[in-house]
C-alpha cells in the first residue's frame, strides 16, 4: 500500500452550497451551523488535550477528555493561524469546514462517527468527534498486509449500510479510503471533508484519492452517489490483496488503468468477493451494483453474519496518556 502522502490528491473545489427544502436532506448551508449546535458553548480549556491521533493537511487530530462529562473523544484541529491571508481563498477551506460540520452533525446511524459539537477561536475551529478506540483500518491493513474474508465482508456491509442512509439523505461521501474507515464495534464511516449534498444535480469537483477515484472523476465528468459504490470495490479489493488495483509508480499509468478500469483480481481472492468487485469497479456509474444490491450479495451475507469483531475496553493506559 502506498503511504498516505502519495495517495492524496489535492481536490479542486469549485461548487456552491445547495439549499434545498426537503426534509428528508441534510441542509448543507455553511451559515446556518451557529444557530443548530448544542446551546453548550465550548472552550479549549473545558479539555485536557493529549496525544495526537493523526494530522491532515490543515490540522490534526488528538485524543482528548472533556473536564466535566470525563468523556473521552477525539478533537480535531482545524488550524487557520497561516491560511488566513494568502491560502483561505484559494483552498475555500472555510467552506468545506463549515460544510463538512453541517454535514456531519445531522449524520445520525450506527456506522457513522459521530459529531457531537464544534467551537472556534481566532486561529482554530475544534470538532468534537466520537472517539473509536480501534484506530483505523489503513493502520490495521499495515500491519497485517491483507484482510480474510469474514473481516472484509463486515466491513464492507457496514459501510454499505452507512452509505445507504447518507445517500437517502442526498449526502455523497467522495473520500472512502482506508484512512476514513475506523475500527471501533459500528461505528465505521469518519471524516465526511469532501462530502457534499447533491441535491437532484451532478457534480463537478474532482476531490479524494487518486488510488480511489473513478473514471468521470478522472475525466472531469459529472458524477454522483455512485463514486461512493466504486470505491467500496476498490477498498474491498484492498482489504484482500494488499495494495489497490490502480497503484502504479507513473501517475499516468494509474489514470489509464482506471480510464480504461483494467485491472486483474488475483487467484488468492474466492469467487465471491472477485464477483462483487466486478459489479462495484465498473466504468459506467449507473451499471454499478447498488448498496441495496451489496448488503444482499450472497458473499457478503454469508461473510458478514459469520463473525463477530470484538474491541477491547478503553484500558487505563491509554487515559493516562491525557
Excluded at 231 to 241: F, K, P, Q, S, W
Excluded at 285 to 313: D, E
Aim: overall charge neutral; glycine content about 6%.
Amino acid at each position: 500500500m502506498a503511504e498516505t502522502e502519495e495517495r492524496q490528491l489535492a481536490g479542486r473545489e469549485e461548487e456552491a452550497s445547495h439549499k434545498s427544502g426537503d426534509s428528508n436532506t441534510v441542509n448543507s448551508e455553511g451559515a446556518k451551523i451557529e444557530s443548530q449546535q448544542t446551546s453548550r458553548n465550548w472552550v479549549i480549556d473545558d479539555f485536557d488535550v493529549g496525544r495526537p491521533l493523526g494530522r491532515g493537511k490543515f490540522g490534526s487530530v488528538f485524543l482528548a477528555r472533556s473536564k466535566e462529562e470525563k468523556v473521552v473523544i477525539a478533537l480535531k484541529a482545524r488550524d487557520f493561524q497561516v491560511l488566513f491571508k494568502d491560502q483561505l481563498k484559494k483552498h475555500n477551506v472555510m467552506h468545506q469546514v463549515k460544510r463538512e460540520i453541517e454535514i456531519q452533525y445531522h449524520l445520525k446511524h450506527p456506522n457513522i462517527l459521530r459529531l457531537k459539537g464544534y467551537f472556534h477561536d481566532q486561529q482554530r475551529v475544534y470538532i468534537i468527534l466520537e472517539f473509536a478506540e480501534g484506530g483505523e483500518l489503513h493502520g490495521r491493513m499495515k500491519k497485517k498486509g491483507k484482510l480474510d474474508e469474514h473481516e472484509a465482508a463486515k466491513y464492507v456491509r457496514q459501510l454499505a449500510d452507512g452509505l445507504s442512509y447518507c445517500h437517502a439523505k442526498r449526502v455523497i461521501h467522495r473520500d472512502i479510503k482506508p484512512e476514513n474507515i475506523l475500527l471501533d464495534r459500528n461505528r465505521n464511516i469518519a471524516d465526511f471533508g469532501w462530502a457534499v449534498v447533491s441535491s437532484h444535480s451532478r457534480r463537478e469537483t474532482i476531490c479524494g484519492t487518486l488510488d480511489y477515484l473513478p473514471p468521470e472523476m478522472i475525466n472531469g465528468d459529472t458524477h454522483d452517489h455512485t463514486v461512493d459504490n466504486w470505491a467500496i470495490g476498490i477498498l474491498l479489493y484492498e482489504m484482500l490483496v494488499g495494495r489497490p488495483p490502480f497503484e502504479f509508480r507513473d501517475r499516468s499509468e494509474t489514470f489509464s488503468a482506471i480510464m480504461t478500469c483494467s485491472f486483474v483480481i488475483p487467484s488468492c481472492v474466492s469467487e465471491g468477493p472477485s464477483e462483487l468487485i466486478r459489479c462495484l469497479v465498473v466504468k459506467e456509474p449507473s451499471m454499478r451494483l447498488s448498496l441495496s444490491g451489496v448488503l444482499s450479495h450472497r458473499w457478503v451475507v454469508s461473510m458478514s453474519t459469520a463473525v463477530t469483531l470484538g474491541t477491547q475496553n478503553l484500558a487505563p493506559s491509554l487515559l493516562n496518556t491525557l
